[in-house]
């Protein structure tokens, strides 16, 4: 199926892979609902979406290895998503995989991510999340080697000492503060919800149901902005918090 | 499976009871038949001493000592007794020394011990009577009947030997009665202790003997088939307006986002917009927390019980919490003994502290303090969880664990009424004890990581 016959179709690219190309996403969804919010969300984050609404199109498609991710549905018409992850990492090819289900108990979480997946979303799911699970992969994927520094405009994170400097001034951080950090750096410009902060910094896959998240976040911000200095850390309104010194 | 055990089945107990009864039975009927050979014995006693009483009343006083005489020497069983006494009641005639002093001379028959003359050293027990012949004689009558003392013992012998060795017997019959129900019903607790666990899939064992075991587990059966229905069918009507439900909100709140995406920030109705996706997210909370509860009940989870160190939580969960008391100038405090790893499910249980320290925080006034404990218990580790807050009435007590219930004074205070329903949830998954008390001054929420249900069953 098109998407150009969807009412939500995709808008203008902005988003671009690490070949300064428009990011390629195949969509691999048998919902026609669902799939539209992939793809107009995806649309709306400047990725280019592919959409096959079967496994078998679906597995085709993913098999010549032309796209920057993938979000693949676990439940499929012909061949499942667990099918299709095993199939691709069989091949050899390494395009990160969201995988979408509808099954949300842990045997079937990491059922998935052993199969390959890299990522996992329960629907329903908040369109934002999804997009920021999806940068994030990309982001992930366009990594060049691991590195102990991580330095964001004048912020400077040492992974090996556990220190965080900003203009050489050494910030007084706690261990959870500096993971939150961490994840953000390593994420920087994306947007990052609170339930993937907390399932990064804490390793849980459940809804805390506070605003705890918030608070932690609101501390590590004065530690962060000091005052007189360009702020980093924003809220997204209705989605979470991103790393940013321009937004 | 011990004799203390089997003493306290049901089989042992009516095999016991019906020994007992046995046993009177028996003795009933050996005091029945005693009753009545004794009395016959003594009557036709009493006839032949009377019969003989009336003939040696015929006879002439003068030929009675021969006559004595002449009788003494046909008893040749050693068994009659005949005396003649004078009128001072001394000897004349027969085998007896003296009169018994305590035999009235009425011509009534009496049971007595009498010492015969040739043997006084054995004094034998007799049916005797005494009357006058003449004026001045006295004559005196007896017959042995140390046959009946004799069969007295041998019926006393019975009762007790015999009484002893049924109540023995049915005690041994009754234990090894009991093995085959005990273990029966054994197997019918081994399955029972599943259920409770949630696994209503169980059912309990039957055999081809069709007994009284047999027709009660086919009712119960009966009756786990109603439940799991039933209780399947409360559950998925739930499941599916929560799951439905969510479905369509998930997506009209995309909607809104991306309308308020569009508008741009500064549109005067960006805050609408902002309350209404507050809204939508509270009711997704609500939602997204009851088949939260439904997924940990269906006992899935179980099956991914691993190693779990509690230290190791109660640390994370109190790091986690740490900003929220700071910010409301609460003392949030962790005491921690080395207790021994438990099997669980370390993120169900973080889960479940995290409900219980938001709860402890949100209810403990500014100022206030919040102790997070892991003590050991009577059988494993105890997690405490002690606030300052203002406590919950004893009447409250039980139905706060209710869902969506919200006490009096917790309306000022956000939340849904869902948090310790997913702390049963998740106690009752891993058979631990949930409880609230009252602590110092507040409240003090206890989980016993011990499964206490199994334990009260089995004793």
């Known amino acids: 199926m098109s998407i150009q016959n969807l009412p939500y179709a995709a808008a203008p690219l902005v988003s671009h892979n690490a070949r300064g190309c428009a990011a390629k996403v195949l969509a691999i969804e048998d919902d026609v609902s669902t799939a539209q919010e992939i793809i107009t969300e995806l649309g709306n984050n400047g990725f280019e979406v592919e959409w096959a609404d079967n496994g078998r199109d679906g597995l085709a498609l993913a098999l010549s290895a032309a796209h920057d991710l993938i979000t693949l549905d676990r439940m499929l018409p012909f061949v499942d998503g667990l099918t299709i992850v095993t199939a691709m990492r069989k091949e050899g090819i390494e395009t990160p995989v969201l995988m979408i289900s509808a099954l949300s108990d842990v045997d079937e979480r990491v059922q998935c991510l052993r199969a390959g997946g890299d990522d996992y979303l329960v629907k329903p799911f908040a369109s934002e999340e999804m997009a920021a699970r999806v940068e994030v992969l990309l982001r992930r994927k366009d990594k060049q080697g691991p590195k102990t520094i991580l330095r964001i405009f004048d912020l400077q994170v040492d992974l090996v000492a556990r220190t965080v400097t900003r203009q050489k001034t050494e910030l007084s951080l706690l261990p959870v503060e500096f993971r939150l950090l961490e994840y953000m750096v390593r994420n920087y410009g994306q947007v990052i919800t609170r339930t993937m902060l907390f399932e990064a910094v804490w390793g849980y896959h459940f809804d805390p149901g506070t605003n705890i998240i918030d608070v932690h976040i609101g501390r590590l911000r004065k530690k962060v902005d000091i005052p007189g200095l360009v702020p980093l850390i924003h809220t997204v309104r209705g989605s979470g918090y991103i790393l940013s010194d321009h937004f | ?459």
């Open chain 2, 1 to 459: 499976m011990t004799i203390s055990k089997l003493s306290r089945t049901i089989t042992f107990r009516l095999t016991l009871l019906y020994s007992i009864f046995f046993a009177i039975c028996v003795a009933s009927l050996l005091s029945f038949i005693y009753w009545q050979t004794t009395g016959d014995m003594i009557r036709r006693v009493d006839h032949a001493l009377s019969l003989e009483k009336e003939n040696f009343l015929k006879i002439d006083s003068t030929r009675l000592p021969g006559k004595i005489d002449e009788s003494l020497g046909h008893d040749l069983r050693h068994i009659r007794f005949y005396a003649l006494f004078d009128a001072k009641r001394n000897w004349i005639a027969g085998n007896i020394k003296q009169i018994p002093p305590t035999l009235p001379v009425d011509e009534t028959i009496y049971q007595l011990s009498l010492t015969p003359k040739n043997d006084p050293a054995f004094p034998v027990t007799t049916r005797v009577l005494a009357c006058r012949i003449a004026p001045e004689e006295i004559l005196v009558i007896g017959r042995d009947v140390g046959e009946l003392v004799e069969f007295h013992q041998i019926i006393k012998n019975a009762f007790y030997w015999g009484g002893s060795l049924t109540m023995i017997l049915g005690i041994g019959f009754g234990l090894a009665l009991s093995i085959r129900p005990l273990r029966r019903i054994e197997e019918i607790q081994r399955v029972c202790k599943l259920i409770m666990q949630g696994d209503f899939k169980q059912r309990l064992p039957t055999t081809s003997s069709r007994d009284e075991l047999d027709m009660l587990a086919a009712i119960i059966n009966t009756m786990l088939d109603s439940v799991e229905r039933l209780m399947s069918e409360v559950k998925s009507v739930c499941d599916n307006i929560a799951h439905d439900l969510r479905t369509p909100l998930t997506r009209l709140r995309a909607f809104i986002y991306r309308g308020q995406q569009q508008l741009g920030s500064g549109h005067p109705q960006q805050v609408m917009l902002d309350q209404a996706l507050c809204e939508i997210d509270s009711l997704l909370s609500r939602f997204r927390a009851l088949l939260r509860i439904s997924e940990i009940e269906n006992g899935q989870r179980r099956a991914g019980f691993k190693t779990v160190y509690l230290q190791t939580i109660m640390e994370q969960a109190v790091v986690f919490f740490e900003p929220v008391a700071e910010d409301k100038s609460i003392d949030l405090a962790l005491f921690t003994d080395n207790v021994e790893p438990i099997q669980g499910d370390a993120e169900l249980l973080f889960e479940a502290v995290v409900n219980l320290l938001d709860n402890a925080i949100k209810f403990t006034p500014p100022g206030g303090k919040v102790s997070v404990k892991l003590l050991h218990g009577a059988s494993g580790p105890r997690i405490d969880i002690l606030d300052t807050g203002p406590g919950i009435e004893d009447a409250d007590k039980k139905t706060v664990l209710y869902r969506f219930y919200r006490s009096a004074n917790s309306h000022r205070i956000p939340g849904y009424g869902l948090g310790l329903s997913i702390v049963i949830a998740i106690t009752q998954l891993h058979d631990f004890e949930f409880k609230l008390s009252d602590a110092e001054c507040g409240t003090c929420a206890t989980i016993c990581c011990w499964p206490t249900t199994l334990q009260k069953f089995v004793e």
